[in-house]
């Protein structure tokens, strides 16, 4: 059966008011800040009312070409536990436009199991994205201004780290010269990132409320003086926070929209999987957690990124205990850990689905690990053939965990009532016991040993000499008793995004640690990692058009 594209599903769907999709979480009309018809934020004041729900995370295998609709399955969750008459909230990412016009071509679920309005959600929104640029421009300009003013003892050209930001995939702007011609400035050297790296859209994603904003936002570092101290030079010393938070007003409540059931949606935030922590805002978790009997949130990329990190930022910092998890698989990124190449995919092939299966079970025993509850999704497609999921089955069986079969992008919520009900049974269940992976106290490399041994399986971490430098200083100015982000490939555990399945007998090489002074963490990078995307020879940008009566064509 030929299924729709993903935005004539969408355009076909019959929306609910938003006043309808809030009532039934019990909030009324005048507790909404509308945006339209079928979008409106909510009060940050429910993020603060006590929570009701429980939380369930949905994480997913290492992901690969043949694509795994982790957002997809997390969205078509929601919607088959809504069908069982559970009380549940959707909590997920925002799109950026770079990944929009570059690549994906849309970020909002796929198939029947959509958040829409799907058009809005994937280009202006509610213009969270474009607060989060400005105030971090602001926060640049601020910087470049006091350079040209000598206002800031100490400030020079060489010791300004902060960039600039754009919502667009544009590699011409990773590295540029500012201030070039008489009277503009410092000439200097800077760069641009894409606004899910800036650590903006991390503070926005975890702080509380506004005073925990403005806080954040007055810790950030843009630099540091030019004697031999080097001592931080923070936002607070530009006297940038309060400005930068007046920007950021708005944008910090979270965003109500709906699934294509008609099923409540918190789309909110969007840091970087891997660069940053890689999940939607606390704010809106925690307001689903007021509302909600269960949340279905999602984290960026596999479980040794997005789970990780989950567990052990998130959670760690906003106080969250999740009660489960789905972990995401499919047949064909299995056979790809096994050693098939794309265009030979969809052939049945027992032999090297077999090979990807240790890769599955490394993921699985990332979650446990952390004391969470598992069950494994399969998201179907029509190419599976039956004796390949029920090896899937047979292996999680294997391992003690349940495996059901999903199809979500073809059914919506009815292909995904047996894994609801499944994740129904580990709620009902024993309960886990959560616990992070590392003490905060312990020192940056230890942490990052940490991670890379017991999460990835390497054998442990090389820092070059630079990065040595790097936390050394950290250490010296109060960023050594915070969580570690790695920021690595999100294709492969080890820091080569070519080897796959699960690789055995690696080292990890640490290349550069940033501090987070905003956000709460510290970023150790190992390989290549971007924070400014390109675009493709044919970005996805080329295939869009937009019909004389306004009708969008080509957002996928």
Same mark, same amino acid.
């Given at each position: 059966?030929?299924?729709?594209?993903?935005?004539?599903?969408?355009?076909?769907?019959?929306?609910?008011?938003?006043?309808?999709?809030?009532?039934?979480?019990?909030?009324?009309?005048?507790?909404?800040?509308?945006?339209?018809?079928?979008?409106?934020?909510?009060?940050?004041?429910?993020?603060?009312?006590?929570?009701?729900?429980?939380?369930?995370?949905?994480?997913?295998?290492?992901?690969?070409?043949?694509?795994?609709?982790?957002?997809?399955?997390?969205?078509?969750?929601?919607?088959?536990?809504?069908?069982?008459?559970?009380?549940?909230?959707?909590?997920?990412?925002?799109?950026?436009?770079?990944?929009?016009?570059?690549? /994906?071509?849309?970020?909002?679920?796929?198939?029947?199991?959509?958040?829409?309005?799907?058009?809005?959600?994937?280009?202006?929104?509610?213009?969270?994205?474009? *607060?989060?640029?400005?105030?971090?421009?602001?926060?640049?300009?601020?910087?470049?201004?006091?350079?040209?003013?000598?206002?800031?003892?100490?400030?020079?050209?060489?010791?300004?780290?902060?960039?600039?930001?754009?919502?667009?995939?544009?590699?011409?702007?990773?590295?540029?010269?500012?201030?070039?011609?008489?009277?503009?400035?410092?000439?200097?050297?800077?760069?641009?990132?894409?606004?899910?790296?800036?650590?903006?859209?991390?503070?926005?994603?975890?702080?509380?409320?506004?005073?925990?904003?403005? *806080?954040?936002?007055?810790?950030?570092?843009?630099?540091?003086?030019?004697?031999?101290?080097?001592?931080?030079?923070?936002?607070?010393?530009?006297?940038?926070?309060?400005?930068?938070?007046?920007?950021?007003?708005?944008?910090?409540?979270?965003?109500?929209?709906?699934?294509?059931?008609?099923?409540? *949606?918190?789309?909110?935030?969007?840091?970087?999987?891997?660069?940053?922590?890689?999940?939607?805002?606390?704010?809106?978790?925690?307001?689903?957690?007021?509302?909600?009997?269960?949340?279905?949130?999602?984290?960026?990329?596999?479980?040794?990124?997005?789970?990780?990190?989950?567990?052990?930022? /998130?959670?760690?910092?906003?106080?969250?205990?999740?009660?489960?998890?789905?972990?995401?698989?499919?047949?064909?990124?299995?056979?790809?850990?096994?050693?098939?190449?794309?265009?030979?995919?969809?052939?049945?092939?027992?032999?090297?689905?077999?090979?990807?299966?240790?890769?599955?079970?490394?993921?699985?025993?990332?979650?446990?690990?952390?004391?969470?509850?598992?069950?494994?999704?399969?998201?179907?497609?029509?190419?599976?053939?039956?004796?390949?999921?029920?090896?899937?089955?047979?292996?999680?069986?294997?391992?003690?965990?349940?495996?059901?079969?999903?199809?979500?992008?073809?059914?919506?919520?009815?292909?995904?009532?047996?894994?609801?009900?499944?994740?129904?049974?580990?709620?009902?269940?024993?309960?886990?016991?959560?616990?992070?992976?590392?003490?905060?106290?312990?020192?940056?490399?230890?942490?990052?040993?940490?991670?890379?041994?017991?999460?990835?399986?390497?054998?442990?971490?090389?820092?070059?000499?630079?990065?040595?430098?790097?936390?050394?200083?950290?250490?010296?100015?109060?960023?050594?008793?915070?969580?570690?982000?790695?920021? /690595?490939?999100?294709?492969?555990?080890?820091?080569?995004?070519?080897?796959?399945?699960?690789?055995?007998?690696?080292?990890?090489?640490?290349?550069?640690?940033?501090?987070?002074?905003?956000?709460?963490?510290?970023?150790?990078?190992?390989?290549?990692?971007?924070?400014?995307?390109?675009?493709?020879?044919?970005?996805?940008?080329?295939?869009?058009?937009?019909?004389?009566?306004?009708?969008?064509?080509?957002?996928?």
């Amino acid at each position: 059966m030929s299924i729709p594209s993903d935005i004539a599903i969408a355009q076909q769907a019959r929306l609910r008011p938003i006043s309808d999709v809030a009532a039934e979480l019990d909030l009324p009309p005048d507790a909404l800040h509308p945006f339209g018809r079928h979008i409106a934020k909510l009060p940050l004041e429910v993020a603060a009312h006590p929570s009701r729900g429980r939380l369930v995370l949905v994480t997913a295998i290492s992901p690969t070409p043949a694509g795994e609709g982790k957002t997809t399955v997390s969205i078509g969750l929601a919607q088959a536990l809504r069908r069982l008459g559970t009380r549940t909230v959707l909590a997920i990412r925002e799109p950026s436009l770079g990944p929009v016009f570059g690549v /994906k071509g849309g970020a909002a679920g796929g198939g029947y199991s959509q958040v829409v309005p799907m058009e809005e959600i994937n280009l202006h929104f509610t213009g969270d994205f474009h *607060a989060i640029a400005a105030a971090h421009n602001l926060l640049s300009a601020l910087a470049d201004n006091a350079l040209h003013h000598g206002t800031v003892p100490g400030l020079g050209a060489r010791r300004v780290t902060w960039p600039r930001t754009i919502d667009m995939n544009d590699r011409a702007l990773r590295e540029v010269i500012t201030g070039v011609g008489a009277g503009n400035g410092v000439v200097r050297e800077g760069r641009w990132v894409i606004v899910p790296a800036s650590e903006v859209m991390a503070i926005v994603a975890l702080a509380r409320d506004l005073p925990d904003l403005q *806080a954040r936002l007055g810790r950030i570092v843009v630099g540091s003086s030019g004697d031999a101290a080097r001592v931080p030079i923070r936002a607070r010393d530009l006297a940038a926070a309060d400005a930068m938070a007046l920007l950021l007003k708005q944008a910090l409540a979270p965003n109500l929209v709906q699934t294509l059931e008609g099923g409540p *949606a918190l789309v909110h935030a969007g840091p970087f999987g891997n660069l940053a922590h890689g999940c939607n805002s606390l704010v809106a978790t925690r307001t689903a957690l007021a509302l909600g009997d269960v949340v279905v949130t999602e984290a960026g990329f596999g479980s040794d990124l997005g789970a990780e990190k989950f567990f052990n930022i /998130k959670c760690r910092l906003g106080g969250l205990t999740p009660a489960a998890a789905v972990l995401v698989a499919t047949v064909r990124s299995l056979k790809m850990h096994g050693g098939v190449p794309l265009a030979a995919l969809d052939r049945e092939d027992l032999g090297a689905l077999e090979r990807g299966l240790p890769h599955l079970a490394h993921h699985v025993a990332n979650v446990r690990q952390h004391g969470v509850p598992v069950v494994v999704a399969i998201n179907r497609r029509a190419s599976d053939t039956d004796a390949e999921v029920a090896r899937i089955a047979d292996a999680c069986a294997a391992l003690g965990v349940t495996a059901v079969p999903a199809t979500v992008f073809a059914e919506g919520g009815a292909g995904g009532e047996g894994l609801a009900q499944a994740v129904l049974g580990l709620l009902e269940g024993p309960p886990g016991d959560f616990r992070h992976l590392y003490e905060v106290s312990r020192p940056i490399a230890e942490k990052a040993e940490t991670i890379a041994r017991r999460v990835y399986g390497a054998d442990g971490v090389d820092f070059t000499p630079a990065a040595a430098r790097q936390v050394a200083w950290l250490e010296a100015n109060g960023l050594g008793d915070t969580p570690v982000c790695m920021a /690595k490939t999100q294709y492969s555990f080890t820091d080569d995004p070519k080897r796959l399945g699960v690789p055995t007998g690696f080292r990890l090489t640490v290349t550069e640690v940033t501090g987070a002074a905003g956000a709460g963490f510290v970023v150790a990078r190992c390989g290549e990692i971007m924070t400014m995307p390109g675009l493709a020879a044919t970005p996805a940008a080329a295939r869009m058009r937009m019909a004389a009566d306004g009708t969008v064509e080509g957002l996928s």
